[in-house]
């Protein structure tokens, strides 16, 4: 027959067993709850890597278009500056070979050629020619000679007030017809081709 002792043992034991049973239970949901737990934050982590990677690419993306931007301008201030130079010196050498040039035997005869061209263009009207001092010294008479016999009248020559360099300028009396022969005309021509040829040149480079 058992003895209370006995029983007790045995309802102690169960009573451990059945603790043990449920704390046990506990302990897996506990387990469980914290691989669940270290999986999510290990997923935050991830993610949070993965953001920061993306914000550090995007940020590295956004110097390097800075850099490139910043670059980029330089390089077209440079060559604007190349360009203005180049431009400036061949302007001032095509200015100074006009110079020399209208010291020449050869400019007598370009001037005469011009006087003559822009004279078949006017036809019958009565006009002044516009002509630089120096070439009004020199010339003068004989231009007066081309015009008489080339239209049968004599025009009116004036200096003009600024400089031509070489040339003539033609217009009729009322001012509504006028020829610009002068030399500082070519250049300018010139500047606005030399400058369209750069800028071409320029973009092609790009």
Do not use: H, P
């Not at 001092?133 to 000679?145: L, V």
């Amino acid at each position: 027959m058992t003895n209370v002792d006995d029983k007790l043992k045995l309802f102690n034991k169960m009573v451990f067993e059945k603790i043990q049973e449920e704390k046990q239970i506990e302990i897996e949901e506990f387990e469980k709850e914290k691989e669940k737990q270290i999986k999510e934050e290990l997923e935050k982590l991830e993610l949070r890597k993965i953001e920061y990677i993306n914000d550090m690419k995007k940020k590295a993306e956004n110097k390097g278009v800075e850099i490139v931007a910043k670059e980029t301008m330089n390089l077209n201030q440079k060559k604007f500056l190349i360009k203005d130079e180049f431009f400036k010196e061949t302007m001032k050498e095509v200015r100074n070979r006009i110079e020399k040039f209208v010291e020449e035997n050869d400019y007598k005869v370009y001037l005469f050629e011009e006087i003559n061209k822009a004279l078949d263009l006017i036809g019958d009207k009565e006009c002044i020619v516009y002509l630089s001092e120096k070439d009004i010294k020199r010339y003068k008479d004989e231009i007066q000679n081309v015009i008489s016999s080339k239209t049968g009248m004599e025009m009116e020559i004036k200096m003009v007030s600024y400089d031509i360099l070489g040339g003539l300028i033609i217009e009729d009396k009322n001012g509504k017809y006028r020829i610009n022969n002068t030399l500082v005309q070519k250049v300018k021509d010139v500047e606005e081709y030399a400058g369209l040829l750069l800028t071409q040149l320029m973009e092609q480079e790009v």
